[in-house]
């Protein structure tokens, strides 16, 4: 039975090995403003949800009792972004030195997708909503 908690998300929060880094790359891969920055921190606005990317020596006090796991365990979320031409997209990400992990592939659920990491190992999806025929 559900609780009643609203659906809408409003942050994610990234755990990042290197603010700075992270910060060059989400300035140079997304179209998104930031509406903060401090030494530890970057929230940027993605439409109506923030991401906030957050050094990961500042994460323990928001995941106690739980330990904050290290970005060298492998990829533990998949973020997707809805394009319309995905192959445009990629060819666009590779221009600015992204490398993909994987596609352009058509998947069986009706999307074109492609993924790329973020320094920490963030995993990114774009994904194309393929026409039905």
Not at 29 to 54: H, M, P, Q, Y
Not at 56 to 72: D, H, I, M, N, T
Not at 85 to 106: K, S, Y
């Amino acid at each position: 039975m559900a609780i009643g908690l609203p659906s809408e998300v409003e942050v994610i929060t990234l755990f990042v090995d290197d603010i700075a880094s992270s910060r060059a790359f989400y300035t140079r891969v997304f179209a998104c403003e930031t509406i903060w920055e401090d030494k530890v921190s970057s929230v940027l606005r993605f439409g109506g949800l923030l991401v906030n990317l957050l050094d990961v020596s500042q994460a323990s006090p928001l995941v106690e009792p739980l330990r904050v796991g290290g970005s060298s365990a492998g990829p533990r979320v998949l973020l997707t972004i809805r394009v319309v031409d995905v192959d445009q997209v990629c060819t666009a990400l590779r221009e600015i030195g992204v490398d993909l992990l994987n596609g352009p592939i058509d998947r069986p659920w009706g999307r074109r997708t492609a993924s790329f990491a973020d320094p920490s190992g963030h995993v990114w999806e774009i994904a194309q909503v393929l026409e039905r025929g």
